[in-house]
């Protein structure tokens, strides 16, 4: 019998996700673990496995189409049954024409027309429907709820007391088949739209992917922690000196030294010290959980958006360690090839604006964590020594914490600890080797 391979729950919440190449066709021949398909989910790119050995009678989906966990991928034969049937219509690519569209965007059009809904019919409900066994137990006022929300009482499950049926499974029932209905006319939509408005061509870009899910996770981020940002300035002279000499060294292992694995040491150590920095909030129990590991996320940009990989025990690694793993996560983030795994249990989060140029920003909690740091751009610049003026090089630090967890006072205190080890690379080399 065909077996029906449909999208699996591959975790951290996601729903859904982007079919980005098919690595069979129909008809071939796979065996189980052999990857069938990559999906684009917003973390990553997830290599999809067959679950068993045959044959592809059906691909349910074309490269590009969004495919949500639960839906079918694709039908999986037994080597010895026979294939789609003729009378089933594989998945064709639609041609393009220009003017027509039946759902989606046309490229172009001579007028801006209003969208068209094409009608849908909705049958009538019969609430008061009489029907044997337990439900003609229903109760009056029930039915009667069930008359106002024109809800199809013989389709309720009930749960209450015998299975007999409650005003709030109707009104449940009732709001599951409102939701239904918009979405089919949502879909039913036809959008006819211009390439260009009065001012000039335009393009659109979907919201998706990474972006989406960043999007959606900044904007619960907003609107759940107020936001406060401390900002002040580490002196690195001496640190990139010793940069310098420890860079030489650690290229010859095929290792990248930049700065930032020293500020992930020293971001530990100023989490050791403050450790409600290290925290999240519990707003069901409405409780902070103070976290007693140290794993740092490092933000890295890459051409689809923010991928956030996690250094896990940070508190326990080298800073050549945390160079090399940083280097590892950056190379598998631009080619989307990151594990999910890698980007969970993140308490802390550091992101280096510096990189493009920037000294300082507002970086925004990646929630549900207390607290995230963003590095600027060194820069030389003229300090007071004594009786004399020097040029020093300058590290900005901006310090973004939800000020339920962290009152001000102790965000500043955490950021003076980080300066201080960064001022001091001997605290650094003694910790961080």
Do not use: C
């Not at 592809?56 to 966990?69: M, P, Q, Y």
């Amino acid at each position: 019998m065909p077996y029906e391979f449909r999208f699996p729950d591959v975790g951290e919440g996601i729903t859904e996700g982007e079919i980005v190449k098919w690595r069979v066709k129909e008809g071939d021949t796979v065996k189980e673990h052999d990857v069938i398909a990559e999906i684009e989910t917003d973390k990553a790119i997830v290599q999809i496995p067959s679950p068993k050995s045959g044959k592809i009678a059906k691909l349910h989906h074309r490269e590009g189409d969004t495919i949500h966990v639960g839906e079918t991928l694709a039908t999986i034969a037994e080597e010895n049954e026979q294939l789609i049937s003729s009378t089933e219509k594989s998945i064709e690519m639609p041609k393009q024409q220009k003017g027509v569209a039946v759902v989606g965007q046309l490229e172009e059009a001579a007028d801006i027309e209003p969208a068209v809904k094409q009608p849908t019919a909705k049958p009538a409900v019969n609430a008061a429907k009489q029907v044997t066994g337990k439900m003609a137990e229903v109760l009056p006022a029930v039915r009667r709820l069930a008359r106002e929300l024109n809800a199809d009482i013989s389709s309720v499950k009930g749960t209450g007391k015998d299975g007999r049926i409650t005003e709030e499974d109707v009104r449940q029932s009732s709001q599951a088949a409102e939701k239904k209905s918009e979405e089919v006319q949502e879909q039913s939509l036809v959008r006819i739209e211009r390439k260009y408005d009065m001012y000039g061509y335009v393009e659109r870009v979907p919201l998706k992917g990474i972006r989406k899910a960043t999007a959606k996770n900044m904007v619960k981020s907003m609107f759940t922690a107020p936001h406060v940002t401390h900002m002040d300035e580490a002196d690195v002279t001496e640190l990139s000196a010793i940069r310098e000499k420890e860079k030489a060294k650690a290229e010859k292992s095929g290792i990248k030294l930049t700065f930032l694995p020293f500020v992930v040491k020293a971001a530990v150590a100023a989490l050791k010290a403050h450790p409600y920095m290290n925290a999240s909030m519990d707003d069901e129990h409405g409780e902070i959980i103070l976290k007693s590991y140290y794993n740092i996320g490092i933000a890295i940009d890459t051409t689809d958006g923010l991928i956030v990989p996690v250094i896990k025990e940070a508190s326990e690694k080298t800073i050549l360690e945390i160079a090399k793993e940083i280097q590892k996560f950056s190379e598998a983030a631009k080619d989307r090839k990151i594990d999910l795994a890698d980007m969970k249990g993140g308490t802390f989060t550091i992101t280096n604006v510096g990189s493009v140029g920037g000294l300082h920003a507002t970086p925004i909690i990646n929630w549900p964590e207390a607290a995230i740091i963003a590095t600027g751009r060194i820069y030389d610049k003229a300090v007071v020594a004594g009786k004399k003026i020097v040029a020093r090089k300058m590290m900005p630090l901006s310090v973004s914490f939800d000020h339920r967890i962290v009152d001000g006072v102790e965000a500043a205190r955490f950021t003076n600890t980080l300066k201080e080890h960064l001022e001091d690379p001997e605290l650094l080399l003694i910790e961080g080797r």
